[in-house]
């Protein structure tokens, strides 16, 4: 079992900067694959970002490349998103997650299916 909590959201101007983390529990953080998804209001699920255990590959959605990145801090149980060159197109919940069926970045790593634990989410509003 892995519990996921969220932090650092709030309200940023049009090409600011935000840092959320994401804290796990359990002792077997080290071996899960954790990614980041958002949602809008009135939209799907969308893949943010994702990193596997051992930090060696990440995967980004493209609207994304460049301006976020990802990563991880097992010694410390949490994950991280910096967020820079933010747009107001940004704003929705950001939720933390992670797989223990991901070992490798595929495709796949994309799909919200594959994660089995889900932490609360977090608030991030970009005015412009």
């Known amino acids: 079992q892995v519990q996921l909590v969220e932090s650092g959201g709030g309200l940023v101007r049009a090409g600011g900067s935000l840092r959320l983390s994401c804290a796990a529990s359990?002792?077997?953080?080290?071996?899960?694959?954790m990614g980041w998804f958002r949602q809008a209001p009135g939209k799907e699920r969308e893949f943010v970002a994702t990193?596997?255990?051992?930090?060696?590959?990440?995967l980004y959605a493209d609207s994304m490349k460049g301006r976020f990145t990802i990563s991880r801090d097992n010694a410390r149980n949490t994950v991280y998103l910096q967020m820079n060159s933010l747009k107001p197109e940004d704003t929705a919940v950001y939720y933390c997650?992670?797989?223990?069926?991901?070992?490798?970045?595929?495709?796949?790593?994309?799909?919200?299916?594959?994660?089995?634990?889900w932490g609360q989410g977090t608030q991030v509003t970009v005015s412009s």
């Open positions: 997650a992670a797989s223990s069926s991901i070992s490798q970045i595929t495709i796949a790593a994309k799909s919200p299916d594959r994660y089995n634990y």
């Open positions: 990193i596997i255990w051992s930090a060696a590959s990440t």
């Open positions: 359990g002792r077997t953080f080290s071996s899960y694959a």
